[in-house]
């Protein structure tokens, strides 16, 4: 069972910057892809940003320019930072990995990051 665990949501002004990360541990096959997905009440998750194995990445278009996702392979963790922070960028933030040949999905816990003055 894989476990992920996130770290480095709050509470930031617009125009912030703020840097999530999330360690993977527990798993016993290769994780092929890491990434962020976010969530308001009332709305579909959506799909922040991705990194596969080999550094080859994607962003939602909202955040193309602002955040950048990386992943330190030997630990198993990827990291978002996020800068220009806007009030619409408030939302849980959830860390998704695919594991495996059967590329299996797993979830964090999800943590808030809110975009306020």
């Known amino acids: 069972q894989v476990q992920l665990v996130e770290s480095g949501g709050g509470l930031v002004q617009p125009g912030g910057s703020l840097r999530l990360s999330c360690a993977a541990s527990g798993s016993r096959y290769l994780i092929f892809v890491m990434g962020w997905y976010r969530q308001v009440p009332g709305k579909q998750r959506e799909m922040v940003a991705n990194i596969a194995r080999g550094d080859r990445t994607n962003y939602g278009d909202s955040v193309k320019g602002r955040f950048t996702i990386s992943m330190d392979n030997a630990k198993n963790t990827v990291y978002l930072q996020m800068t220009s922070l806007k009030p619409e960028d408030t939302a849980v933030y959830y860390c998704?990995?695919?594991?495996?040949?059967?590329?299996?999905?797993?979830w964090g816990q999800g943590t808030q990051v809110t975009v306020s003055s």
């Open positions: 998704n990995a695919i594991v495996g040949g059967q590329q299996t999905n797993y």
